[in-house]
């Protein structure tokens, strides 16, 4: 019964667009069906805020605003349910986000009265997830609607399912990678004594402070990025990356967790350590989250004036692209001077990649079987 359910969801969301014209309740189904998840995990933040929030978020659910926003959110979920549910033939994406709201205000919606939170241990980001999904969605897919690279391509695309639980499996595990960056920044910051040195970065300019970052990291990360490419045992990790064979925003969530911890281990821990402020970091961070999300986006703009100065979208398309010559190029993450410097740029003019993925498609899909695979396989097949 629920395998039948979450197959007719499904493909009613992955319904081609041609077939979804104005006036037939889809766009009212999805948005209520997004709002209605929205609200449910809300309620459950409010009743388990210990478990499923973030410490610096929590403050903010005892206010009188938030409240409101929740119960005009379930609200507007339940609206749009009931649009979808009149407007279209098929009604399981409207009959879903019904019972979605429902069951959210079921279990007390805005009136919920949260348990007294102290010293917290082990929480998931749940509350992040929500925010991080929310704030990208609604910023890179009206852009990826109105200047598209591939006009034919859906916003449910193939594994569009596998990037969603990426995303989800990153913001729950968020104080996990926290952890990680901070305790080994504070075992080196025990053991050493630069104290100058970290007093003068820091008293920079923030601005300048995240343009250092930006540069240093980059230059990290073009070694690193292209060690995952050239080194077999851990090209087996980054194809999970690469496994994606449509671009969108969402395509950049998808990474393996130890590659994860790779790259937060060569970029983070030398921030902190070398003095860089908190908030210079942490504008790096959304910085470097929004650029990533941007430079695997579906959109079809070429930026010719400024590819040469900094990555763009195509520059990166042709980093995942399954053509001959897109293989081992483009590896820098900001600033294609490193590709230029170590010889591994390539831009054609106003050309993209014929398509996406792994030579052969080596990599399975869903999560789980991407996270065993580089257990699985030993060697590099093909790039």
């Not at 667009?17 to 209605?36: D, F, N």
């Not at 990153?170 to 100058?196: D, K």
């Amino acid at each position: 019964m629920f395998s039948r359910l979450r197959d007719a969801l499904r493909s009613d969301l992955e319904t081609p667009r041609h077939e979804r014209p104005w006036g037939t309740g889809w766009i009212s189904g999805v948005a209520g069906l997004l709002l209605a998840c929205a609200g449910l995990f809300f309620v459950l933040e409010l009743h388990f805020p210990a478990q499923l929030t973030l410490p610096p978020l929590r403050e903010s659910y005892g206010s009188a605003w938030f409240r409101i926003g929740l119960h005009l959110l379930l609200l507007a979920a339940f609206t749009l349910s009931a649009v979808s549910l009149i407007l279209r033939t098929n009604k399981v994406l409207g009959l879903t986000a019904m019972v979605i709201t429902l069951a959210a205000t079921a279990l007390g919606g805005s009136r919920v009265d949260s348990p007294e939170v102290g010293e917290s241990g082990v929480y998931l980001g749940l509350d992040w997830f929500v925010l991080n999904l929310a704030f990208t969605g609604l910023l890179f897919v009206p852009l990826e609607r109105l200047f598209p690279r591939r006009r034919e391509q859906q916003l449910f695309r193939a594994e569009w399912r596998e990037d969603l639980f990426y995303y989800l499996v990153s913001s729950l595990f968020a104080q996990v990678l926290t952890l990680i960056s901070m305790a080994p920044t504070t075992a080196i910051l025990a053991h050493t004594r630069w104290t100058e040195l970290r007093a003068w970065v820091g008293g920079q300019w923030v601005w300048l402070q995240v343009l250092e970052i930006m540069f240093l990291t980059d230059l990290v990360q073009y070694w690193v990025h292209r060690m995952f490419h050239q080194v077999p045992a851990l090209w087996e990790f980054h194809a999970v990356h690469h496994s994606a064979t449509s671009l969108d925003w969402m395509a950049s969530a998808r990474m393996h967790v130890l590659e994860i911890i790779v790259l937060r281990g060569t970029t983070v821990i030398p921030m902190f350590v070398l003095g860089f402020t908190e908030v210079a970091i942490y504008a790096y961070l959304l910085l470097v989250y929004l650029y990533s999300s941007l430079v695997h986006a579906n959109v079809g703009w070429n930026f010719n004036r400024i590819g040469w100065l900094v990555v763009t979208p195509r520059f990166h398309h042709w980093h995942h692209g399954i053509d001959r010559e897109a293989i081992d190029v483009n590896f820098a993450i900001h600033f294609p001077l490193f590709d230029r410097l170590f010889g591994t740029y390539y831009l054609p003019r106003d050309a993209w990649p014929s398509g996406y993925g792994v030579g052969g498609h080596p990599v399975p899909r869903g999560y789980w079987q991407q996270f065993l695979h580089p257990f699985r396989r030993k060697t590099r097949s093909n790039d």
